[in-house]
């Protein structure tokens, strides 16, 4: 009767069936809640019973007992909550608006669940007075940072696999079709043959690596620094200022390189392009963070440490530039793969991949064997 009667009803329809367990997975949700459970809820306890561990052997403070058993509950909480809820993102399928549902909720929830724990800057102040000066209000927007883009993930795979979830239903838009002989290089810059997720994830992980852990560390050095009286206190502060200017500098360019080598897929141009510059990229960021090859340190007014590691940083940034041979490879190996499937996303395992790329030749072979059939018949 709805279909009957509006086409947007059965649209909604559709959608809210989307929630009914028959599409769902239960082996795949049990995975799920696993590894929300030990992400969210066991290691943070490990976390909290070494803290509590190393507390006792120095005769902590009472004020700090007290904050890890707040901090206890809060991981039990919200680490229970993000379980259950992980269960049931991982029974949905990839492309359903159930799926995208509960993962927009523990992309989200995760956020207050950091934020909670800073125990409205008690815990700062706490830190403060037992140990030295650290803005955990700064450490928790560079997580922030990072943490909003498991909310773009969320969007990136059910766009990416919204067309796989919806095939063999009338909603499905028809795959539109290309011919192989007429495509160019230039083409493989085409928005269509770009996987959102991929590119975010990868986009994620650079700026993670590059920017956030990197900024992490001077963050906390300048903290320890702050305590300590001596007469290079102020060069050292310096020093990591200058390092974390660097990270940005060359960091945020990479994040956006990296996206775009991740968007597009093995064997095209537009991934090999990104992909060679960004190894480029990290060659100069490697030999600046490397200091040139060399460190100098004045150790006494009359003493001077120099220590000489060119060949050694040499070596690794040989290493590294390898990897634009990888890139070269892998441009070569996997386009006439990648054409010969109809210029399909990289979306999915590599299992998955090879057997959407095969079904689309057989179907191509099996179109071309009923063509001649029928032309002989003729």
Same mark, same amino acid.
């Given at each position: 009767?709805?279909?009957?009667?509006?086409?947007?009803?059965?649209?909604?329809?559709?959608?809210?069936?989307?929630?009914?367990?028959?599409?769902?997975?239960?082996?795949?949700?049990?995975?799920?809640?696993?590894?929300?459970?030990?992400?969210?809820?066991?290691?943070?306890?490990?976390?909290?019973?070494?803290?509590?561990?190393?507390?006792?052997?120095?005769?902590?403070?009472?004020?700090?007992?007290?904050?890890?058993?707040?901090?206890?509950?809060? *991981?039990?909480?919200?680490?229970?909550?993000?379980?259950?809820?992980?269960?049931?993102?991982?029974?949905?399928?990839?492309?359903?608006?159930?799926?995208?549902?509960?993962?927009?909720?523990?992309?989200?929830?995760?956020?207050?669940?950091?934020?909670?724990?800073?125990?409205?800057?008690?815990?700062?102040?706490?830190?403060?007075?037992?140990?030295?000066?650290?803005?955990?209000?700064?450490?928790?927007?560079?997580?922030?940072?990072?943490?909003?883009?498991?909310?773009?993930?969320?969007?990136?795979?059910?766009?990416?696999?919204?067309?796989?979830?919806?095939?063999?239903?009338?909603?499905?838009?028809?795959?539109?079709?290309?011919?192989?002989?007429?495509?160019?290089?230039?083409?493989?810059?085409?928005?269509?043959?770009?996987?959102?997720?991929?590119?975010?994830?990868?986009?994620?992980?650079?700026?993670?690596?590059?920017?956030?852990?990197?900024?992490?560390?001077?963050?906390?050095?300048?903290?320890?620094?702050?305590?300590?009286?001596?007469?290079?206190?102020?060069?050292?502060?310096?020093?990591?200022?200058? *390092?974390?200017?660097?990270?940005?500098?060359?960091?945020?360019?990479?994040?956006?390189?990296?996206?775009?080598?991740?968007?597009?897929?093995?064997?095209?141009?537009?991934?090999?392009?990104?992909?060679?510059?960004?190894?480029?990229?990290?060659?100069?960021?490697?030999?600046?963070?490397?200091?040139?090859?060399?460190?100098?340190?004045?150790?006494?007014?009359?003493?001077?440490?120099?220590?000489?590691?060119?060949?050694?940083?040499?070596?690794?940034?040989?290493?590294?530039?390898?990897?634009?041979?990888?890139?070269?490879?892998?441009?070569?190996?996997?386009?006439?793969?990648?054409?010969?499937?109809?210029?399909?996303?990289?979306?999915?395992?590599?299992?998955?991949?090879?057997?959407?790329?095969?079904?689309?030749?057989?179907?191509?072979?099996?179109?071309?064997?009923?063509?001649?059939? *029928?032309?002989?018949?003729?």
């Amino acid at each position: 009767m709805l279909r009957y009667r509006d086409r947007d009803m059965v649209v909604v329809a559709v959608n809210v069936g989307e929630f009914s367990w028959k599409n769902a997975n239960l082996n795949k949700g049990i995975i799920s809640a696993a590894l929300h459970g030990v992400k969210y809820l066991v290691l943070p306890l490990v976390l909290i019973m070494f803290a509590s561990t190393a507390l006792s052997n120095f005769d902590a403070p009472r004020a700090i007992e007290t904050m890890l058993l707040e901090i206890q509950t809060l *991981v039990l909480i919200f680490g229970a909550v993000l379980l259950v809820l992980g269960f049931f993102k991982g029974a949905y399928p990839k492309g359903s608006y159930s799926r995208l549902s509960f993962g927009m909720t523990v992309a989200v929830l995760a956020i207050f669940y950091a934020f909670s724990l800073l125990l409205d800057g008690r815990l700062e102040k706490e830190f403060a007075d037992t140990l030295f000066e650290l803005d955990l209000d700064l450490l928790f927007a560079l997580y922030f940072i990072g943490a909003a883009f498991n909310i773009l993930v969320q969007f990136g795979e059910f766009i990416d696999h919204r067309r796989t979830w919806m095939e063999g239903t009338e909603h499905a838009a028809p795959r539109e079709k290309e011919d192989p002989n007429e495509h160019r290089w230039i083409h493989d810059f085409r928005i269509r043959y770009g996987s959102l997720i991929n590119g975010l994830k990868l986009s994620k992980r650079t700026l993670v690596g590059f920017v956030i852990i990197p900024l992490v560390f001077v963050i906390i050095l300048k903290a320890a620094f702050s305590s300590l009286d001596f007469e290079q206190l102020d060069q050292l502060t310096s020093s990591l200022d200058q *390092v974390s200017t660097f990270m940005l500098v060359l960091g945020l360019p990479l994040t956006a390189l990296a996206f775009f080598k991740g968007f597009y897929p093995r064997g095209s141009v537009s991934r090999f392009i990104p992909a060679v510059t960004m190894v480029l990229i990290s060659l100069y960021w490697i030999w600046v963070l490397g200091l040139e090859g060399e460190m100098v340190l004045d150790v006494m007014d009359s003493i001077t440490f120099s220590l000489d590691y060119s060949a050694l940083l040499f070596l690794i940034m040989c290493g590294t530039a390898i990897w634009i041979v990888y890139y070269a490879l892998e441009l070569w190996l996997h386009r006439p793969e990648w054409k010969e499937g109809g210029f399909q996303k990289d979306i999915g395992k590599k299992k998955e991949r090879r057997k959407r790329r095969k079904d689309k030749i057989d179907e191509a072979e099996g179109i071309e064997t009923a063509t001649s059939v *029928v032309e002989n018949d003729l």
